[in-house]
């Protein structure tokens, strides 16, 4: 089975021809090629590409470039504007975009995001991809309780929580309780119309490589969702100040807490499923 990161995102340096919105903690570029040179050296076969929302907001043009080039590698995400009255507009012309697979909303409590699960706009977004049969990618770290009203309030949608729904550090060291709101995540199990990215899990450990204290609490959650709703991922290039994309991949290849079965499907089998894609190489 191919291994898929559930969520990566590439893109270009800092230039007027592609400015960026705002100057993240990340690596001056990592572009379409860079990010598949690095999937090639670990042995990653494809990834979802999420259109970076803090430095291109909800223009995914870049991301529509570096599939087009990399057709096989990388299938695409893109943010969008709850703010927006014709977002439903936008997600229909979306999914005729070649290797478009879904789209994003990010409801956390962070400045210039949107924290409120009754805002109506999130309503005309979930009804879109709905109609449009696309998944929801969905942040609510730090803001699970408004996430699962959310989800309770669309079952005919399909959702896909980003990052485990735990706030995660974009520098090191990682937080004194870490997994804090792990018992909210496997409440939030019960919903079936979700799934759950565990994806950027490396960067809570309180331990060097190979990160060894993750594996008991992961354990919990792959007991609760269920390991075909569990989809391995990187969180590359957000995650890049606290581990690099090998020690992000390895710890999963190589990990003895997991079955093989369990691992094909942790890493490539439920990302296939929820997003109904899979990489070709070649």
């Not at 990388?74 to 969008?80: E, H, L, N, S």
């Not at 490589?209 to 609760?224: K, M």
């Amino acid at each position: 089975m191919p291994i898929i990161d559930s969520q990566v995102h590439a893109y270009e340096a800092n230039t007027p021809k592609r400015p960026w919105h705002s100057v993240p903690n990340w690596p001056p570029h990592v572009t379409g090629d860079e990010m598949v040179a690095a999937m090639d050296k670990v042995g990653v076969d494809g990834a979802i590409f999420i259109s970076a929302f803090s430095l291109y907001q909800f223009d995914a043009s870049y991301a529509v470039e570096v599939q087009k080039k990399h057709p096989g590698r990388m299938a695409i995400v893109k943010p969008v504007d709850a703010n927006d009255p014709a977002v439903a507009d936008v997600i229909a012309e979306w999914k005729k975009v070649p290797g478009a697979v879904g789209v994003r909303i990010m409801l956390t409590k962070e400045p210039g995001r949107l924290s409120d699960a009754a805002h109506p706009g999130l309503d005309r977004i979930l009804k879109a991809a709905a109609k449009n049969n696309f998944p929801v990618n969905m942040l609510c770290w730090d803001n699970v309780d408004a996430g699962m009203a959310l989800i309770d309030r669309h079952p005919d949608t399909r959702f896909i929580i980003d990052h485990l729904a735990i706030l995660q550090p974009r520098t090191p060291p990682a937080p004194a309780q870490p997994w804090a709101d792990l018992p909210k995540v496997l409440q939030l199990a019960k919903r079936k119309n979700a799934v759950i990215k565990v994806s950027g899990a490396c960067t809570l450990s309180k331990e060097p490589y190979p990160f060894n204290d993750i594996w008991d609490p992961l354990a919990r959650v792959f007991d609760a969702w269920g390991m075909d709703r569990c989809l391995w991922g990187t969180d590359w290039t957000r995650a890049a100040a606290v581990v690099n994309y090998e020690q992000a991949v390895r710890p999963f290849v190589e990990t003895k807490r997991i079955s093989d079965s369990d691992r094909a499907m942790l890493m490539g089998g439920a990302c296939a499923k929820a997003y109904n894609w899979s990489p070709k190489k070649g």
